[in-house]
Protein backbone atom coordinates (compact mmCIF):
# COMPACT_ATOMS: atom_id res chain seq x y z
CA UNK A 1 0.00 0.00 0.00
CA UNK A 2 1.08 3.82 -0.79
CA UNK A 3 1.03 5.63 2.67
CA UNK A 4 1.79 8.93 3.22
CA UNK A 5 2.54 10.29 7.02
CA UNK A 6 2.52 14.24 7.44
CA UNK A 7 4.29 15.18 9.80
CA UNK A 8 7.67 13.64 11.33
CA UNK A 9 7.83 14.28 14.51
CA UNK A 10 7.57 11.34 17.25
CA UNK A 11 4.08 9.42 15.87
CA UNK A 12 4.73 10.35 12.40
CA UNK A 13 7.91 9.35 12.09
CA UNK A 14 7.73 5.76 14.62
CA UNK A 15 3.97 5.13 12.20
CA UNK A 16 5.82 6.14 8.75
CA UNK A 17 9.07 3.80 10.22
CA UNK A 18 6.81 0.59 10.88
CA UNK A 19 4.33 0.90 8.13
CA UNK A 20 7.41 0.57 5.76
CA UNK A 21 9.16 -2.19 7.60
CA UNK A 22 5.86 -4.30 7.22
CA UNK A 23 6.32 -4.14 2.66
CA UNK A 24 4.39 -0.36 2.26
CA UNK A 25 5.85 2.52 0.59
CA UNK A 26 5.85 5.37 3.21
CA UNK A 27 6.65 9.14 2.02
CA UNK A 28 7.11 10.94 5.48
CA UNK A 29 5.87 14.76 5.08
CA UNK A 30 7.42 17.46 6.62
CA UNK A 31 7.37 21.26 6.43
CA UNK A 32 10.61 21.59 8.44
CA UNK A 33 13.40 21.31 5.53
CA UNK A 34 15.87 21.01 8.23
CA UNK A 35 14.61 17.68 9.50
CA UNK A 36 14.08 16.26 6.11
CA UNK A 37 17.40 16.41 5.31
CA UNK A 38 18.97 15.48 8.41
CA UNK A 39 16.65 11.84 8.01
CA UNK A 40 17.48 11.57 4.34
CA UNK A 41 20.82 11.58 5.84
CA UNK A 42 20.13 8.86 8.72
CA UNK A 43 20.14 11.53 11.45
CA UNK A 44 16.87 10.84 13.72
CA UNK A 45 15.98 13.73 15.43
CA UNK A 46 14.40 12.37 18.76
CA UNK A 47 15.64 9.07 20.57
CA UNK A 48 13.45 6.13 20.60
CA UNK A 49 15.14 2.91 21.24
CA UNK A 50 15.37 0.57 17.43
CA UNK A 51 13.91 3.68 15.88
CA UNK A 52 17.19 4.63 14.17
CA UNK A 53 18.31 0.98 12.98
CA UNK A 54 14.29 1.31 11.35
CA UNK A 55 14.34 4.34 9.41
CA UNK A 56 17.93 3.65 7.99
CA UNK A 57 16.93 0.22 6.80
CA UNK A 58 13.93 1.09 5.39
CA UNK A 59 15.39 4.05 4.00
CA UNK A 60 18.16 2.63 2.33
CA UNK A 61 15.68 -0.52 0.66
CA UNK A 62 13.61 2.14 -0.65
CA UNK A 63 10.66 1.67 1.14
CA UNK A 64 11.19 5.03 3.35
CA UNK A 65 11.64 8.10 1.17
CA UNK A 66 11.02 12.14 2.91
CA UNK A 67 10.01 15.28 1.12
CA UNK A 68 9.04 18.84 2.26
CA UNK A 69 6.66 18.51 -0.70
CA UNK A 70 2.79 17.77 -0.02
CA UNK A 71 2.11 17.83 -3.27
CA UNK A 72 4.43 14.99 -3.88
CA UNK A 73 3.00 12.87 -0.86
CA UNK A 74 -0.97 13.24 -1.13
CA UNK A 75 -0.30 12.14 -5.20
CA UNK A 76 1.75 9.17 -4.02
CA UNK A 77 -0.51 8.11 -0.63
CA UNK A 78 -3.39 5.71 -1.10
CA UNK A 79 -3.96 6.16 2.41
CA UNK A 80 -2.44 9.93 4.32
CA UNK A 81 -1.92 10.30 8.02
CA UNK A 82 -2.16 13.48 9.45
CA UNK A 83 0.42 13.28 12.52
CA UNK A 84 1.57 16.63 13.04
CA UNK A 85 1.21 18.18 16.62
CA UNK A 86 -1.32 19.20 18.28
CA UNK A 87 0.00 21.32 21.47
CA UNK A 88 -1.92 22.30 24.50
CA UNK A 89 -3.50 26.05 24.27
CA UNK A 90 -3.38 28.30 26.69
CA UNK A 91 -7.39 27.10 27.98
CA UNK A 92 -6.18 23.75 28.34
CA UNK A 93 -7.73 22.89 24.64
CA UNK A 94 -5.88 21.05 22.06
CA UNK A 95 -4.42 23.60 19.10
CA UNK A 96 -5.79 22.36 16.04
CA UNK A 97 -4.28 24.86 13.54
CA UNK A 98 -1.72 22.74 12.38
CA UNK A 99 -4.08 19.53 11.77
CA UNK A 100 -6.48 21.67 10.18
CA UNK A 101 -3.68 23.55 7.90
CA UNK A 102 -2.81 20.41 6.81
CA UNK A 103 -6.35 18.99 6.08
CA UNK A 104 -6.65 22.05 3.47
CA UNK A 105 -3.32 21.39 1.82
CA UNK A 106 -4.11 17.82 1.44
CA UNK A 107 -7.77 18.79 0.13
CA UNK A 108 -5.61 21.00 -2.77
CA UNK A 109 -3.36 18.36 -4.11
CA UNK A 110 -5.97 15.73 -4.65
CA UNK A 111 -7.22 14.09 -7.71
CA UNK A 112 -8.71 11.38 -6.75
CA UNK A 113 -10.20 9.30 -3.58
CA UNK A 114 -8.12 9.42 -0.67
CA UNK A 115 -8.27 7.81 2.82
CA UNK A 116 -7.27 10.79 5.54
CA UNK A 117 -6.03 9.37 9.09
CA UNK A 118 -6.47 11.93 11.97
CA UNK A 119 -3.19 9.88 13.86
CA UNK A 120 -3.00 13.43 16.03
CA UNK A 121 -4.49 13.52 19.57
CA UNK A 122 -7.54 15.32 19.04
CA UNK A 123 -10.56 16.06 20.48
CA UNK A 124 -14.34 14.61 20.13
CA UNK A 125 -15.60 16.17 16.76
CA UNK A 126 -12.14 16.96 14.90
CA UNK A 127 -12.74 14.96 11.92
CA UNK A 128 -16.09 16.80 11.12
CA UNK A 129 -13.61 20.06 11.05
CA UNK A 130 -11.16 17.70 9.01
CA UNK A 131 -13.60 17.06 6.49
CA UNK A 132 -15.28 20.87 6.03
CA UNK A 133 -11.68 21.96 5.48
CA UNK A 134 -10.69 19.61 2.60
CA UNK A 135 -14.03 20.01 1.33
CA UNK A 136 -13.66 23.57 1.46
CA UNK A 137 -10.82 23.03 -1.18
CA UNK A 138 -12.26 20.38 -3.24
CA UNK A 139 -15.01 18.07 -4.86
CA UNK A 140 -12.62 14.61 -5.25
CA UNK A 141 -14.25 11.61 -2.51
CA UNK A 142 -12.83 11.30 0.44
CA UNK A 143 -13.04 9.85 3.51
CA UNK A 144 -11.94 10.76 6.89
CA UNK A 145 -10.63 8.16 9.73
CA UNK A 146 -9.48 8.22 13.51
CA UNK A 147 -7.17 5.92 14.43
CA UNK A 148 -5.41 7.37 17.75
CA UNK A 149 -1.85 5.95 18.45
CA UNK A 150 -1.09 4.29 21.88
CA UNK A 151 2.42 4.56 22.06
CA UNK A 152 4.63 4.61 24.73
CA UNK A 153 8.12 6.76 24.79
CA UNK A 154 10.63 3.92 25.00
CA UNK A 155 8.63 1.35 24.02
CA UNK A 156 6.91 2.62 21.06
CA UNK A 157 8.13 0.38 18.23
CA UNK A 158 6.79 -2.96 20.23
CA UNK A 159 3.84 -0.78 20.97
CA UNK A 160 3.22 -0.32 17.30
CA UNK A 161 4.33 -3.39 15.62
CA UNK A 162 2.73 -5.59 18.31
CA UNK A 163 -0.42 -3.24 19.75
CA UNK A 164 -2.76 -4.49 22.27
CA UNK A 165 -5.65 -3.37 20.39
CA UNK A 166 -6.31 -0.99 17.08
CA UNK A 167 -9.10 1.32 17.52
CA UNK A 168 -10.40 3.02 13.95
CA UNK A 169 -12.92 5.18 13.70
CA UNK A 170 -14.73 5.01 10.17
CA UNK A 171 -17.51 6.37 8.25
CA UNK A 172 -18.29 3.47 5.59
CA UNK A 173 -17.11 -0.37 5.33
CA UNK A 174 -15.14 1.35 2.42
CA UNK A 175 -12.92 3.13 4.65
CA UNK A 176 -12.76 -0.11 7.47
CA UNK A 177 -11.47 -2.64 5.11
CA UNK A 178 -8.52 -0.04 4.08
CA UNK A 179 -8.00 0.42 7.88
CA UNK A 180 -8.38 -3.28 8.22
CA UNK A 181 -5.82 -4.37 5.53
CA UNK A 182 -3.22 -1.61 6.54
CA UNK A 183 -3.25 -3.10 10.38
CA UNK A 184 -3.55 -6.89 9.26
CA UNK A 185 0.07 -7.86 9.55
CA UNK A 186 0.10 -6.01 12.88
CA UNK A 187 -2.18 -8.22 14.37
CA UNK A 188 -2.01 -11.55 13.34
CA UNK A 189 -1.84 -13.02 17.05
CA UNK A 190 -5.49 -12.13 17.46
CA UNK A 191 -5.36 -8.90 19.27
CA UNK A 192 -8.52 -7.36 17.83
CA UNK A 193 -8.89 -4.20 15.46
CA UNK A 194 -11.35 -2.01 16.81
CA UNK A 195 -13.90 -0.39 14.37
CA UNK A 196 -16.17 2.07 15.71
CA UNK A 197 -17.74 5.35 14.91
CA UNK A 198 -15.00 8.06 14.65
CA UNK A 199 -16.44 10.48 17.85
CA UNK A 200 -16.53 7.38 20.03
CA UNK A 201 -12.53 6.82 18.90
CA UNK A 202 -11.47 10.34 19.16
CA UNK A 203 -12.60 9.87 22.79
CA UNK A 204 -11.00 6.68 23.38
CA UNK A 205 -7.71 8.13 23.11
CA UNK A 206 -8.35 10.72 25.56
CA UNK A 207 -10.44 8.34 28.42
CA UNK A 208 -7.40 6.00 27.97
CA UNK A 209 -4.77 8.62 29.06
CA UNK A 210 -6.79 9.85 31.55
CA UNK A 211 -7.45 6.26 32.99
CA UNK A 212 -3.54 5.77 33.36
CA UNK A 213 -2.95 9.40 34.96
CA UNK A 214 -5.79 8.42 37.36
CA UNK A 215 -3.88 5.03 38.50
CA UNK A 216 -0.72 6.97 38.96
CA UNK A 217 -1.93 10.08 40.81
CA UNK A 218 -4.24 7.78 43.08
CA UNK A 219 -0.97 5.65 44.27
CA UNK A 220 0.83 9.17 44.21
CA UNK A 221 -1.99 10.11 46.84
CA UNK A 222 -1.93 7.13 48.81
CA UNK A 223 1.64 6.86 48.90
CA UNK A 224 1.33 10.45 50.60
CA UNK A 225 -1.31 8.99 53.08
CA UNK A 226 1.22 5.72 53.53
CA UNK A 227 3.89 8.56 55.15
CA UNK A 228 1.46 9.70 57.39
CA UNK A 229 0.05 6.29 58.56
CA UNK A 230 3.41 4.74 58.97
CA UNK A 231 2.50 1.96 56.52
CA UNK A 232 4.57 0.87 53.28
CA UNK A 233 3.39 2.09 50.09
CA UNK A 234 5.07 -0.71 48.38
CA UNK A 235 3.13 -3.65 50.26
CA UNK A 236 0.01 -1.56 49.55
CA UNK A 237 0.65 -1.68 46.04
CA UNK A 238 1.53 -4.91 45.67
CA UNK A 239 -1.69 -5.98 47.69
CA UNK A 240 -3.86 -3.72 45.37
CA UNK A 241 -2.55 -5.06 42.56
CA UNK A 242 -2.67 -8.54 43.02
CA UNK A 243 -6.33 -7.80 42.75
CA UNK A 244 -7.19 -9.29 39.81
CA UNK A 245 -10.11 -6.46 38.90
CA UNK A 246 -6.71 -4.14 39.29
CA UNK A 247 -3.71 -4.99 37.95
CA UNK A 248 -0.03 -4.12 38.61
CA UNK A 249 0.30 -1.57 35.81
CA UNK A 250 0.59 2.01 36.33
CA UNK A 251 0.60 1.72 40.22
CA UNK A 252 4.36 2.99 41.25
CA UNK A 253 4.04 5.59 43.50
CA UNK A 254 7.02 8.64 42.28
CA UNK A 255 7.07 12.48 41.91
CA UNK A 256 4.28 12.79 39.02
CA UNK A 257 3.94 11.80 35.60
CA UNK A 258 5.49 13.93 32.47
CA UNK A 259 5.81 14.06 29.20
CA UNK A 260 3.73 14.85 25.97
CA UNK A 261 0.68 12.88 26.75
CA UNK A 262 -0.74 12.37 30.16
CA UNK A 263 -1.12 16.33 30.71
CA UNK A 264 -1.82 17.60 27.78
CA UNK A 265 -4.41 15.01 27.27
CA UNK A 266 -6.13 15.29 30.63
CA UNK A 267 -6.26 19.06 30.16
CA UNK A 268 -7.72 18.63 27.11
CA UNK A 269 -9.99 16.09 28.36
CA UNK A 270 -11.22 18.55 30.80
CA UNK A 271 -11.86 21.47 27.65
CA UNK A 272 -13.59 19.28 26.05
CA UNK A 273 -16.33 18.40 29.15
CA UNK A 274 -16.25 22.02 29.60
CA UNK A 275 -17.41 22.78 25.76
CA UNK A 276 -20.17 20.06 26.56
CA UNK A 277 -21.25 21.49 29.61
CA UNK A 278 -19.98 18.92 31.93
CA UNK A 279 -17.15 19.65 34.89
CA UNK A 280 -15.06 16.56 35.18
CA UNK A 281 -14.22 16.95 38.70
CA UNK A 282 -12.15 13.45 38.69
CA UNK A 283 -10.17 14.55 35.82
CA UNK A 284 -9.54 17.99 37.19
CA UNK A 285 -8.20 16.30 40.73
CA UNK A 286 -6.02 14.02 38.32
CA UNK A 287 -4.14 16.97 37.35
CA UNK A 288 -4.04 18.84 40.65
CA UNK A 289 -2.86 16.00 42.59
CA UNK A 290 -0.22 15.42 40.01
CA UNK A 291 0.86 18.91 40.37
CA UNK A 292 1.07 18.74 43.76
CA UNK A 293 3.31 15.37 43.47
CA UNK A 294 5.79 17.41 41.43
CA UNK A 295 6.17 19.66 44.96
CA UNK A 296 6.83 16.58 47.42
CA UNK A 297 10.45 15.81 46.90
CA UNK A 298 11.51 19.40 47.04
CA UNK A 299 9.37 19.88 50.23
CA UNK A 300 11.64 16.51 51.59
CA UNK A 301 15.10 18.27 51.17
CA UNK A 302 13.89 21.66 52.81
CA UNK A 303 12.74 19.75 55.60
CA UNK A 304 15.82 17.43 55.79
CA UNK A 305 17.90 20.64 55.68
CA UNK A 306 15.48 22.68 57.90
CA UNK A 307 16.74 26.29 59.50
CA UNK A 308 19.88 25.73 57.32
CA UNK A 309 18.34 26.32 54.00
CA UNK A 310 19.69 25.62 50.65
CA UNK A 311 21.56 28.43 49.59
CA UNK A 312 25.67 27.75 48.79
CA UNK A 313 23.96 23.48 48.77
CA UNK A 314 25.43 21.59 46.23
CA UNK A 315 23.28 18.40 44.78
CA UNK A 316 23.59 15.95 42.49
CA UNK A 317 20.63 15.09 40.27
CA UNK A 318 19.90 11.60 38.29
CA UNK A 319 17.70 11.75 35.53
CA UNK A 320 16.05 14.33 33.67
CA UNK A 321 13.42 13.13 31.10
CA UNK A 322 10.40 12.60 32.30
CA UNK A 323 10.55 8.55 31.70
CA UNK A 324 13.74 6.04 30.98
CA UNK A 325 14.26 5.12 27.77
CA UNK A 326 13.63 8.57 26.22
CA UNK A 327 15.00 12.23 25.96
CA UNK A 328 11.37 13.95 26.28
CA UNK A 329 11.60 16.56 29.28
CA UNK A 330 7.89 17.86 28.51
CA UNK A 331 6.04 18.25 31.78
CA UNK A 332 9.37 16.47 33.63
CA UNK A 333 9.62 16.48 37.36
CA UNK A 334 12.56 17.26 37.63
CA UNK A 335 12.13 20.26 35.78
CA UNK A 336 9.76 21.87 38.59
CA UNK A 337 12.71 20.26 41.16
CA UNK A 338 15.40 22.05 39.76
CA UNK A 339 13.55 25.00 39.30
CA UNK A 340 13.11 25.08 43.40
CA UNK A 341 16.25 24.42 44.29
CA UNK A 342 18.06 26.86 41.86
CA UNK A 343 15.61 29.59 43.40
CA UNK A 344 16.38 28.45 46.65
CA UNK A 345 20.21 29.48 46.02
CA UNK A 346 21.47 25.85 45.45
CA UNK A 347 23.86 24.93 42.69
CA UNK A 348 23.53 21.43 40.50
CA UNK A 349 25.18 18.70 38.81
CA UNK A 350 23.04 17.01 36.40
CA UNK A 351 23.51 13.77 34.22
CA UNK A 352 20.59 11.88 32.10
CA UNK A 353 21.36 9.10 29.34
CA UNK A 354 19.96 10.67 26.70
CA UNK A 355 18.23 14.11 27.71
CA UNK A 356 20.76 16.82 29.08
CA UNK A 357 20.28 18.64 26.12
CA UNK A 358 16.29 19.17 26.00
CA UNK A 359 16.64 18.99 29.27
CA UNK A 360 18.98 22.46 28.81
CA UNK A 361 16.87 23.76 26.51
CA UNK A 362 13.57 24.37 28.71
CA UNK A 363 15.59 24.62 31.80
CA UNK A 364 17.71 27.73 30.29
CA UNK A 365 21.67 28.08 30.71
CA UNK A 366 22.35 28.61 34.53
CA UNK A 367 25.55 29.71 35.90
CA UNK A 368 24.69 27.50 38.88
CA UNK A 369 24.23 24.60 36.60
CA UNK A 370 26.52 21.94 35.31
CA UNK A 371 25.86 19.13 32.88
CA UNK A 372 28.35 15.74 33.50
CA UNK A 373 28.92 13.03 31.39
CA UNK A 374 28.17 10.04 33.29
CA UNK A 375 26.14 9.73 36.94
CA UNK A 376 29.84 9.23 39.27
CA UNK A 377 30.58 12.68 38.03
CA UNK A 378 27.64 14.15 38.99
CA UNK A 379 28.26 13.57 42.76
CA UNK A 380 31.58 15.08 42.92
CA UNK A 381 31.04 17.32 46.67
CA UNK A 382 27.74 16.56 46.66
CA UNK A 383 25.33 17.42 49.69
CA UNK A 384 23.10 14.70 48.47
CA UNK A 385 21.77 12.72 45.70
CA UNK A 386 18.67 13.30 44.03
CA UNK A 387 16.55 10.53 41.61
CA UNK A 388 14.19 11.90 39.32
CA UNK A 389 14.13 9.45 36.51
CA UNK A 390 14.08 5.48 37.10
CA UNK A 391 17.05 4.46 34.29
CA UNK A 392 17.88 1.06 34.98
CA UNK A 393 21.52 2.00 35.59
CA UNK A 394 21.00 4.01 38.73
CA UNK A 395 18.91 0.87 40.10
CA UNK A 396 22.82 -0.81 41.57
CA UNK A 397 24.97 2.31 42.11
CA UNK A 398 28.41 1.40 43.89
CA UNK A 399 27.71 2.88 47.01
CA UNK A 400 31.59 2.72 48.01
CA UNK A 401 32.51 5.25 45.49
CA UNK A 402 29.59 7.26 46.30
CA UNK A 403 30.26 7.90 49.99
CA UNK A 404 33.66 8.77 48.28
CA UNK A 405 32.44 11.86 46.21
CA UNK A 406 30.00 13.02 48.38
CA UNK A 407 30.14 15.52 51.10
CA UNK A 408 27.70 13.67 53.12
CA UNK A 409 26.09 10.08 52.56
CA UNK A 410 22.43 11.24 51.47
CA UNK A 411 19.95 10.02 48.71
CA UNK A 412 16.54 11.52 48.20
CA UNK A 413 14.68 8.99 45.73
CA UNK A 414 11.92 9.95 43.89
CA UNK A 415 11.04 6.86 42.47
CA UNK A 416 11.69 4.08 45.06
CA UNK A 417 14.08 2.38 42.82
CA UNK A 418 17.43 1.44 45.51
CA UNK A 419 16.83 -0.64 47.92
CA UNK A 420 16.17 0.08 51.63
CA UNK A 421 17.71 -2.99 52.97
CA UNK A 422 21.18 -1.80 50.72
CA UNK A 423 21.16 1.27 51.59
CA UNK A 424 20.74 0.57 55.70
CA UNK A 425 23.76 -1.64 55.54
CA UNK A 426 25.67 1.09 53.58
CA UNK A 427 24.98 3.63 56.30
CA UNK A 428 22.77 6.40 53.98
CA UNK A 429 20.14 8.64 54.62
CA UNK A 430 17.48 7.78 52.31
CA UNK A 431 14.51 9.79 52.10
CA UNK A 432 12.14 8.08 49.46
CA UNK A 433 8.19 7.93 48.46
CA UNK A 434 5.30 6.55 50.85
CA UNK A 435 7.84 4.59 52.78
CA UNK A 436 9.73 5.32 56.01
CA UNK A 437 12.88 7.14 55.27
CA UNK A 438 16.42 5.23 56.23
CA UNK A 439 18.40 7.47 59.02
CA UNK A 440 21.66 6.50 58.76
CA UNK A 441 25.03 9.01 58.83
CA UNK A 442 23.59 12.51 57.14
CA UNK A 443 21.40 13.87 59.62
CA UNK A 444 22.13 17.30 59.07
Given at each position: ???????????????????????????????????????????????????????????????????????????????????????????????????????????????????????????????????????????????????????????????????????????????????????????????????????????????????????????????????????????????????????????????????????????????????????????????????????????????????????????????????????DVREAPALVLCKELLEAGATLSLFDPEAMKTFEELLGKHSQVTYVSNNYDALKG???????????????????????????????????????????????????????????????
Amino acid sequence: MNITIVGSGYVGLVAGACFADTGNDVVCVDSNAQKIERLRKGEIPIFEPGLSDMVIRNAKEGRLTFTTSMKEGVEKGEVIFIAVGTPQDEDGSADLRHVLDVAKSIGQHMTGFKVIVDKSTVPVGTAQRVRAAIASVTSQPFEVVSNPEFLKEGAAIDDFMKPDRVVVGVESERGAKVMRDLYAPFVRTNNPILVMDVPSAEMTKYAANAMLAARVSFMNEISNLCERAGADVDSVRVGIGTDSRIGMSFLFPGIGYGGSCFPKDVQALIRTGHDFGLDLKLSRSIEEVNKAQKKVLGRKISQHFGDAGLKGRHFAVWGLAFKPKTDDVREAPALVLCKELLEAGATLSLFDPEAMKTFEELLGKHSQVTYVSNNYDALKGADALVICTEWNEFRRPNFKKMRELMKAPLIFDGRNILDRGVIAQEGFTYHCIGRKPVLGAAQN
